[in-house]
């Protein structure tokens, strides 16, 4: 018998049909570059796979011999059955913060294209189970200092940097959120930062997750070099292993590696692993270990995973032919979206930036109907409608991962 409470929940569920706004989790299978639907193969443009090593059974194989040199790999525990603090911890997961630094002081110590020198000073990395809990728990540690901040945010970070800074509201901290991309409406907000403030955060993630655009690292350094209260968070999670010659994302390329203050970057995507990652100074590494809760609380991810994540991380800088690639297949599709469906903040000069290529709409319905168009053509294509990205700019996120070929990309854009 339905109580008042599971009718109100199923009302709700209906409105969210009628808006075409319902979601559901999909039966599906993968099948190397291809996912199973329906029983039919559609070429997968759809995932955060950019470098394509998820698909790669080869690369898998490989990993599963190079394994045979730690004999604790041999039968691995399948969970580390603890947080970090009691047993959780293990010696995969201590030798992949340890080469991530090191990955980072290579990064740092070569010349980017450009021929221009990166710098950084020395960071540590804290390893975290995924870029939801870095996102979740980093800002509500570092706000938890009684020290009055104000966190100044893009309008459009990830809902997990939302969730964060939410968390991170109390009476010291406040925030306020910039137009997207827009620096010279967050030049204004700064200057109107009130003198007994300490400390000002400032949020951004480097690649966008829906838009695909990229932010101005550059300018906000300048920004920065202003005010001595001024700290960078940069979220890469979009951009590590995709951009710079080492893959270490788009501070690298920019040569602003040295001036980001708290750096997250994740393993779920072009890493095609799991887990996260924050590169800041030892004093906060120590801080969020002893006050970070989704790190105090959680039980680590198992040994096995981070052996894959440091096997791909040591092929890491040897990826440039596949970022090279991807960055083709990139320009190419985003070369053939009409203006009428590119995001607003990607101009004709710049719609190369990222292999996240969104094909806006606007209108849920014809969201969905042009999503179904393109997996009858072969491709698996997802509609995002809002509450995911704004009103009235629902679109299907096209996805470009360096297992598409040229004649792949060609026929995905016949069908746009």
């Known amino acids: 018998m339905a109580t008042p409470i599971h009718e109100r929940l199923q009302a709700a569920l209906a409105q969210l049909k009628s808006a075409q706004q319902y979601r559901h989790l999909p039966d599906i299978e993968h099948q190397g570059r291809y996912v199973i639907s329906h029983g039919k193969a559609l070429l997968n443009i759809a995932s955060n796979d950019y470098l394509g090593l998820g698909s790669d059974i080869a690369l898998q194989d490989e990993f599963f011999e190079y394994i045979q040199q730690f004999p604790s790999l041999h039968l691995p525990k399948m969970s580390a059955t603890s947080s970090r603090l009691l047993t959780g ?60 901040t104000l966190i100044l945010a893009d309008k459009l970070v990830h809902a997990s940097i939302i969730d964060g800074i939410r968390l991170s509201q109390n009476k010291l901290c406040t925030y306020r ?64 292993g995709v951009f710079g010659d080492h893959g270490c994302g788009l501070a690298e390329d920019t040569q602003t590696l040295a001036d980001i203050d708290y750096l997250v970057g994740t393993f779920g995507k072009a890493f095609a692993s799991i887990g996260a990652y924050i590169l800041c100074d030892d004093t906060v590494k120590s801080w969020l270990i002893n006050h970070m809760r989704p790190l105090i609380f959680s039980t680590a991810l198992p040994p096995i995973n981070h052996a894959w994540t440091r096997f791909i991380l040591a092929k890491m800088p040897d990826l440039q032919a596949r970022r090279q690639h991807l960055a083709q297949m990139s320009l190419q599709l985003s070369q053939a979206i009409a203006p009428a469906h590119r995001a607003s903040s990607a101009p004709q000069e710049v719609i190369s930036q990222s292999p996240i290529v969104p094909y806006i709409l606007g209108d849920n319905a014809q969201t969905l109907a042009k999503a179904a168009q393109l997996q009858a053509a072969g491709f698996y294509a997802l509609p995002i409608r809002p509450p995911t990205v704004p009103a009235n700019t629902a679109r299907i996120r096209l996805v470009m991962n360096a297992q598409v070929s040229q004649a792949d990309c060609q026929r995905l854009i016949e069908h746009l």
């Open 89 to 148: 911890n293990d010696a995969q997961l201590s030798a992949l913060e340890s080469e991530l630094q090191q990955w980072y002081q290579l990064a740092a110590g070569t010349k980017n294209s450009a021929g221009v020198k990166n710098k950084t000073a020395t960071k540590s990395a804290l390893v975290i189970n995924s870029g939801y809990h870095a996102n979740i728990g980093i800002l509500p540690a570092l706000t938890a200092l009684p020290v009055k």
């Open 177 to 240: 959120r910039y137009r997207h991309n827009d620096y010279a409406h967050l030049a204004t907000l700064l200057a109107q930062a009130e003198g007994d403030v300490e400390r000002i955060i400032i949020i951004t993630e480097s690649i966008f997750s829906m838009d695909g655009d990229r932010a101005d690292l550059r300018a906000l350094v300048r920004l920065k070099a202003l005010d001595s209260r001024i700290e960078l968070y940069v979220d890469e999670a979009h951009a590590v």
